[in-house]
């Protein structure tokens, strides 16, 4: 087997263009990233310079999630995604201070999520938690 066969993590770079109330949309770099550990869950990171704060944010949302706002509108709380026009998908992340809206390739989507689920198989998430692992981390912060 190939190092790179070994690796439980993807990471895949992206172009988010950054929704504001001006015509034009400024193209930021984010990072999708998936690991086998946390296999439910997807993150998007934005660089410090993106970011109102001026430190890099992480945005961690359902894999599941991301995958069905590439057909129809999805979900209702912080993280919410739908597609837009011919090849763009809709992210939305509300907080506190706002909401950011970004246009990302439906394209880079859903090679990420293939990628994705070369890895980890849509259903076999449960395999992957370690739960044994999880407790004990759980028991020990309780003390």
């Known amino acids: 087997m190939r190092e790179q066969d070994l690796s439980t993590v993807i990471e895949q770079a992206v172009a988010a ?4 109330s001006a015509p034009c949309m ?4 984010a990072v999708l990233r ?9 993150r998007m990171a934005f660089p410090a310079p993106a ?4 430190v890099e944010v992480v945005w961690e949302f ?5 995958a069905a706002g590439l057909d129809a509108p999805a979900g209702c709380g912080d993280v919410r995604v739908r597609p837009y026009g011919g090849d763009r998908t809709v992210l939305e992340f509300h907080a506190p201070e706002g ?6 390739r439906s394209s880079d989507v859903r090679r990420f999520l293939q990628r994705s689920r070369h890895l980890v198989p849509a259903g076999c998430e449960h395999l992957f ?7 004990a981390e759980l ?4 003390h």
């Open 62 to 66: 359902s894999r599941d999630l991301l």
């Open 129 to 135: 938690l370690d739960l044994d692992h999880d407790l």
């Open 34 to 42: 998936y690991d086998c550990g946390d296999p439910f869950a997807v």
């Open 139 to 142: 028991l020990r912060d309780a």
């Open 99 to 104: 909401v950011a809206m970004v246009h990302v």
């Open 51 to 54: 970011t109102l704060e001026g």
């Open 17 to 20: 263009r950054l929704v504001a």
């Open 26 to 29: 400024d193209v930021v770099p």
